[in-house]
C-alpha cells in the first residue's frame, strides 16, 4: 500500500512539473512532435517533440532484448536443467554479479571497445549507433532476465519432467515442450522486468548512442546502424542544464512523464504474467 | 586529458563528487587585492560550468592554491548552462561559461537576488577538427553551415573522397553548441543526424575514429589525432587557422571570449582568486594551454 501511494506521489509531482508546458505548447505538438530542439531560437523557437525520443528508446531497448533473450533463456535453462548443483552454485552468482557493473563503466567499454568493433564489422559511418546501445543494454538485461527466468523453471512441478519421460520424451523435449511453456508466466515477467531495465537506463545510452533525433525514414535496419535519441538520455543529458521552471524544463518533466506511464506499464504486466505462473515454491 | 591532478585542486568530471584537501594556513603572497586570509581555511571556492573552461580552470586552481595556501578550489564540468544555473541557484561560487549569460538568466538570478558579475577570462578560437585522412584543408562559414544543417552530406560534393559526412556536435545545452548555431548556422536547426555528445573530447575521440567525421571543439581540446580546417569567411578571403594571433587580429572567424561570473560582488576569496586569473600568472597558463589571454586589465 505505502509503496502505492509513494508511486503515486511521484506521478503527482511529475504531473505537477509538467503540465504547466501546456500552456504555451499543445499536448498534440509535444505527442506528434517529430523534432526536439530544446534551444532553438525564435522564430521557430524551441520544438518538444516526444516521436524522436520515444523511438530511439523503443529501438534501443527492443533490439537490446533481441539480443539478450536467447542469451538469458539458454542461461536459465542450462542453470535450471541441466547444469549440476556445484556448477549451479558458480554460476547463478556470477549471472547476478554481472548486474553490479555500473553503467558508467559498460557506456566506457561501449565507446572504446563495442563502437569500433561494430562500425568495423558493418562498414558504419560512425560507432555510435543505435545497435551498440543494444548492446550495452542487453549486458544488463541478461542477468534479470536469465535470474527470474531460472526461478521460474525452478518453480515448474517435478511431476511435469517425470510425466514426460514417462510417456517417452527425451530431456530436451521435455525441457522445450513441457518446462519452458508451463514457466512462460514467469519468463514474461523477465522479460518485462528487463524491458524496464533497458528503457530506463541512461547513462550508456547517452554514451554510446550518438544522440541524433532521427526518425526511421530509411528502414529498420538503417536506423538500427545509425544513431538514435532516447528519452532517457534527452532526459539526462540536459535535465541539470536548464531554466528552472521554463518550458524546456516542462518539456523534459513531460518525457518523465511518458517514461514513467511506460515503466509502470511493464511493471504490471510482468506482476499479472507472474501470478498466472503455476507454483511449486516461488518467493 | 593526461595531466596529474594537483593535490588540493580536485578536477571532478560530471560524473564525479569533489573532494577539496585544505592545506595549511598561511598569510597569502601579494594579490591585488589587499585581503588576508585568516589561520582558519574558511576559503574555497565552487567553480563550475563549460565544459571548454575546465582544463583551463583545473590548471588554474592547482597553481592557484600552491601560491594561496589557505585556498580549496573545486572545479567542475557539465556545461556552461549547468554553471550559469549553479551560480543562480547557490551551488557555485563562480561559473565557467562560453558564452554570454542570456537576458532570461540574468532575470532569473535577479529573481533570486542574484546579480552575475562577468569577466572575459580567455579567448578562444573554436577549431573545426576533421579526420586526418580527409583531404579537404579548408571551408567557407557558407560550406560549414551546408554541412551542418545536412544540405551537403557527402564529402565529393565539397572536393574530398566519396565518404558520408558524419556530424559532431556538443549536446543542445552546451555553450558552444548556442554559439555555433548562432554564428555559423545563423540561429537555423542543426540536422537532424548531427550526434550530440557529451563533451569535447568525445567529439575528438570520435572524429579520429570516422573517415567522414568533423565537429567543433576549443582550442585547447584539439590533438594530434584529428586534423584542423583553415576557415574562410567568404569565398574571396584568405583561408584562417586558428591560433592565438589570428584571434588577436581578428583574421579567425569564430573566435569567443570565455567567461566567469560572480555572483553579484565578488567576495574576498573571489575577488582574489578572479585577479590572479586575470592576472600575468593566470593568462600564461591560458597561453600555455593553448587559449588567447586576454589584456589584464587590473579587475
Redesign the interface.
Known amino acids: 500500500m505505502a509503496s502505492i501511494l509513494l508511486v503515486l506521489l511521484i506521478l503527482a509531482f511529475v504531473l505537477r512539473e509538467a503540465a504547466p508546458l501546456l500552456r504555451t505548447y499543445s499536448l498534440g505538438r509535444f505527442l506528434g512532435g517529430t523534432r526536439w530542439n530544446p534551444t532553438l531560437p525564435s522564430p521557430a523557437g524551441p520544438e518538444f517533440g516526444l516521436l524522436p525520443n520515444l523511438w530511439g528508446s523503443v529501438l534501443v531497448t527492443a533490439g537490446s532484448i533481441a539480443i539478450a533473450l536467447p542469451l538469458a533463456l539458454a542461461t536459465a535453462v542450462f542453470i535450471g536443467e541441466i547444469a549440476g548443483r556445484r556448477l549451479r552454485d558458480v554460476l547463478k552468482p556470477t549471472i547476478e554479479l554481472l548486474a553490479t557493473v555500473p553503467s558508467v563503466a559498460l557506456g566506457f567499454v561501449g565507446t572504446v571497445a563495442v563502437s569500433p568493433l561494430v562500425k568495423a564489422v558493418f562498414d558504419l559511418d560512425t560507432g555510435k549507433s543505435a545497435m551498440v546501445g543494444s548492446i550495452m543494454l542487453a549486458f544488463m538485461a541478461v542477468p534479470t532476465i536469465a535470474t527470474i527466468s531460472e526461478d521460474a523453471i525452478a518453480a515448474v512441478p517435478r511431476a511435469y519432467r517425470d510425466g514426460s519421460l514417462a510417456l517417452g520424451a527425451t530431456r530436451w523435449q521435455g525441457i522445450w515442450s513441457v518446462v519452458l511453456p508451463a514457466a512462460r508466466p514467469g519468463i514474461v515477467a523477465g522479460i518485462m522486468l528487463g524491458v524496464g531495465r533497458a528503457i530506463g537506463e541512461t547513462m550508456v545510452v547517452i554514451m554510446v548512442t550518438g544522440n541524433a533525433g532521427v526518425l526511421p525514414d530509411h528502414g529498420l535496419w538503417y536506423a538500427f546502424t545509425h544513431a538514435v535519441r532516447t528519452i532517457t538520455g534527452t532526459i539526462g543529458a540536459e535535465a541539470l542544464e536548464v531554466a528552472h521552471g521554463g518550458p524546456h524544463y516542462r518539456a523534459l518533466f513531460m518525457l518523465g512523464v511518458v517514461l514513467f506511464v511506460i515503466t509502470v506499464s511493464l511493471n504490471l504486466i510482468a506482476d499479472l504474467a507472474l501470478n498466472r505462473q503455476p507454483r511449486r515454491t516461488l518467493q | 586529458m593526461g595531466q596529474a591532478f594537483g593535490l588540493r585542486a580536485t578536477l571532478i568530471g560530471?560524473?564525479g563528487a569533489a573532494i577539496g584537501l585544505s592545506g595549511c594556513a598561511k598569510p597569502e603572497p601579494g594579490s591585488s587585492s589587499t585581503a588576508r586570509l585568516g589561520p582558519t581555511s574558511a576559503a574555497s571556492l565552487q567553480i563550475k560550468g563549460s565544459d571548454t573552461l575546465v582544463q583551463l580552470a583545473q590548471v588554474w586552481a592547482e597553481a592557484f592554491v600552491r601560491s594561496h595556501r589557505a585556498a580549496t578550489v573545486t572545479v567542475t564540468g557539465?556545461?556552461s548552462?549547468?554553471g550559469i544555473?549553479a551560480l543562480i541557484?547557490g551551488g557555485a561560487d563562480i561559473c565557467n561559461s562560453s558564452r554570454p549569460i542570456a537576458p532570461?538568466?540574468t532575470a532569473?538570478a535577479r529573481a533570486r537576488g542574484v546579480e552575475p558579475t562577468e569577466f572575459v577570462v580567455a579567448r578562444d578560437a573554436l577549431a573545426i577538427v576533421v579526420h586526418p585522412g580527409n583531404p579537404i584543408t579548408d571551408l567557407t562559414l557558407a560550406q560549414l553551415k551546408r554541412i551542418f544543417t545536412a544540405r551537403v552530406t557527402n564529402w565529393r560534393e565539397l572536393g574530398g573522397h566519396d565518404?558520408?559526412i558524419?556530424i559532431n556536435s556538443r549536446?543542445?545545452?552546451a555553450g558552444t553548441?548556442?554559439f555555433f548555431?548562432?554564428h555559423v548556422l545563423d540561429?537555423e536547426?542543426?540536422a537532424?543526424?548531427?550526434?550530440?555528445?557529451?563533451s569535447s573530447s568525445?567529439i575528438v575521440?570520435?572524429v579520429a575514429?570516422?573517415r567522414?567525421?568533423i565537429g567543433y571543439v576549443g582550442i585547447g581540446y584539439v590533438s594530434d589525432q584529428v586534423r584542423i580546417i583553415r576557415l574562410r569567411r567568404d569565398a574571396a578571403s584568405p583561408a584562417v587557422a586558428p591560433n592565438a594571433r589570428n584571434v588577436r587580429n581578428g583574421t579567425y572567424p569564430l573566435a569567443r571570449p570565455l567567461f566567469e561570473y560572480a555572483a553579484g560582488d565578488p567576495t574576498k576569496i573571489e575577488r582574489m582568486w578572479l585577479d590572479w586569473v586575470m592576472g600575468p600568472e593566470g593568462q600564461a597558463i591560458v597561453a600555455r594551454l593553448g587559449f588567447v589571454p586576454v589584456r589584464w586589465s587590473g579587475g
Open positions: 560530471a560524473l557539465g556545461g548552462n549547468t544555473m541557484h532570461s538568466e532569473a565518404e558520408a558524419v549536446e543542445t545545452t553548441y548556442v548555431q548562432e540561429s536547426r542543426y537532424v543526424t548531427a550526434l550530440l555528445l557529451p568525445e575521440r570520435n575514429q570516422d567522414g567525421g
